[in-house]
């Protein structure tokens, strides 16, 4: 039997190839905003257009993880990998090339919402491949790094992209360069899973056999129910899968804390602290710009250090309640009186590391719903979730924004709208309020201990998954172990 240890080369060499995969998708996610002002020359646009070419990549990528996480159900994360950089290296090729087109906007925005598609189960992949060659107790570690690369990469890329424009006038040699490294992403994937093959024929559907992860110490990946449901055609897999993930209350519950928090994260902090630090604090706009750059840095730390706190105690509960305080650090930068620099920074790094610790959502999710054998649906699920967090806050806060400043002035036409720090801390009020949300949720959440629960079928109690030895040990009814 060939186990995922193995050949721990090529399950390392699969998580580096992730995280550079994470900075290609990272950058071509972010490449609309340096070159705004090149992209309304070149496509002949406006500033309303540019959002709209910019935001259609999500249009497709949230709704996408329902459908990659029954696909991850049935196929190998390998395969999905493959199909997300073939497909990047496809899109970041013909990006530039819209502008060749009669409509450089609608073409421009088919590209986007192709590309948010594809790249939508790079995350699934990266929670899938962690927990099947290190374990579920791994993921956080391993996510973290992946996430820290590909944030670096990102960075770095948008650096290069800036001098490349400056010194050369052209924006299109970064997404070409984009495309050629995510065909070489891709093909080296390719050649890993044929070297895991060990010569016999390529197959990318799961099996039972191929499932066993973390050989020292006999964790397998899968459950004994999602063995039985490998046997059945892949539509009733589907029906099968979809209705075990959709019927846990606590994928739901895990799915709303994430949107608390991207609620603060995405809607409130990536999208408006500049704007607010220049006028409250009067900071120009490269030290805000910094200062939200440190922000997005300890969200990057955050995966890694409470991933690896997660794997250490085992407590994942613990870690999530955690990012209720974190996040709560956004606070005192809101209400109180004007704070010094290392004040806000240090509670901006704070902020980021508090959406960091949601990554054990994940790890939470995986052993929620192993025993259903629905673990990568359920995780497509709460990942789809948390995502519309940053379209439901942005419109809600700019709404907000709007109607504080209407009834201050009573000016409802004008298009250049000067915001106060009254009207952002005013429109900021679903900081404590998703904070105290997200408390009432995190009570509700069940600890595992770093342990898979089961699921009683017949009363729906809740008892943690023993180790092999003793699994098939009989409990009584309505007990909890």
């Not at 609608?106 to 590209?111: E, H, P």
């Not at 809607?267 to 922000?295: D, F, H």
């Amino acid at each position: 039997m060939v186990t995922s240890l193995s050949k721990p080369c090529e399950s390392y060499l699969y998580v580096v190839l992730v995280g550079l995969m994470f900075g290609n998708m990272f950058f071509s996610r972010g490449s609309i905003g340096p070159i705004t002002d090149v992209l309304e020359h070149e496509f002949d646009i406006t500033s309303s257009d540019i959002s709209l070419l910019s935001s259609s990549y999500y249009w497709t990528y949230v709704p996408a993880n329902i459908p990659w996480g029954l696909f991850l159900q049935i196929y190998t994360p390998e395969l999905a990998l493959m199909i997300c950089a073939f497909g990047m290296a496809a899109t970041c090729l013909l990006f530039p090339l819209v502008a060749l087109t009669p409509n450089p906007l609608v073409f421009g925005c088919i590209v986007r919402c192709i590309e948010g598609a594809l790249t939508s189960p790079l995350v699934l992949c990266a929670l899938t491949l962690a927990a099947h060659r290190f374990g579920n107790n791994n993921m956080g570690v391993v996510q973290g790094f992946e996430s820290i690369l590909g944030t670096a990469l990102a960075v770095l890329g948008g650096i290069v992209q800036a001098i490349v424009y400056d010194t050369f006038q052209d924006w299109k040699s970064a997404f070409y360069v984009t495309s050629g490294l995510s065909f070489v992403y891709g093909l080296s994937i390719v050649i890993c899973k044929y070297r895991e093959s060990r010569g016999e024929p390529l197959s990318f559907k799961r099996s039972a056999e191929a499932a066993t992860t973390k050989a020292t110490d006999g964790e397998s990946a899968i459950s004994e129910r999602e063995r039985s449901n490998m046997q059945l055609s892949l539509w009733q897999q589907t029906v099968v899968n979809m209705k075990e993930a959709a019927k846990l209350p606590l994928n739901w519950v895990l799915g709303l804390i994430g949107v608390c928090g991207g609620f603060i994260f995405f809607g409130v902090y990536r999208l408006w602290i500049v704007p607010y630090l220049m006028s409250k604090y009067k900071y120009s706009r490269t030290l805000a710009s910094t200062i939200a750059g440190i922000g997005l840095a300890g969200a990057g730390a955050g995966v890694l250090v409470f991933g690896d706190i997660a794997r250490r105690t085992k407590k994942r509960k613990v870690v999530v309640a955690a990012c209720i305080f974190l996040n709560a650090a956004f606070l005192p930068i809101i209400y109180l009186p004007v704070l010094p620099l290392p004040v806000v920074i240090t509670l901006s790094v704070l902020v980021g590391l508090g959406y960091g610790a949601d990554a054990v959502l994940f790890i939470l999710c995986r052993e929620y719903n192993w025993a259903s054998g629905a673990a990568e649906t359920a995780t497509g699920i709460v990942n789809m979730i948390l995502m519309s967090s940053g379209f439901i806050a942005q419109s809600l806060i700019g709404f907000l924004l709007d109607l504080n400043y209407e009834s201050r002035t009573g000016d409802r036409h004008s298009p250049q709208r000067e915001y106060l720090p009254a009207d952002y801390e005013a429109a900021f009020v679903v900081t404590p309020v998703a904070i105290a949300v997200m408390a009432v949720l995190v009570a509700t959440l069940k600890e595992t201990n770093g342990e898979n629960l089961e699921y009683d079928t017949k009363t729906q109690a809740v008892h943690v998954e023993q180790d092999s030895s003793t699994s098939n040990i009989p409990v009584p009814e309505g007990s909890i172990v």
